[in-house]
């Protein structure tokens, strides 16, 4: 099956599964993973890793930043231990991390995790971090607006890729949690 992408802007859509290249270790071990119907449903290009940041990558390749997400790393912690958990939402938002993440984790404060941590524990590049590969004992929390887009440019684990992906692919993934208003 080929999936025309809308929101491709400039780039070269190759499927995921030819362009294993282009994904940190843990995302291609993940995509490995996925049921061939669904890794089918997700595009690869290669970007300049300069331009791995929403903002200058939707400007530079054409892409509406309408259609991208964007997925931080959350701890907290309580009764000394830290707590984790991945965000996605629209590149347009925020989470609502001292809100919804912070009583979701069950923690008095959360923040974004120090980029050392969250480099470290997720095996990917900061600025390419990605729903596809993390740790599984970690909650990938989806905006629902993230689970209903139909297309969507997300991280690829390294800052010189990006996937094109479906969001009902994502809120499927292992751990994933659609949650309404958690990107504000």
Known sequence: MTTVWTIAGSLDVGPVTERMDLLAAPVAEAVRRLDPAEADRIGAVRIDPELADTAAFCEHYGSPIEASANCVVVAGKRAGEVRYAACLV??????DVNGLV????DVRKASFAPMADAVGLTGMEYGGITPIGLPADWPLLLDARVAAAPELVIGSGVRGGKLLVPGDLLAKLAGAEVIEGLGG
Do not use: S, Y
């Open 90 to 95: 629209l590149a347009t938002t925020r989470a």
């Open 102 to 105: 912070k009583r979701r984790l």
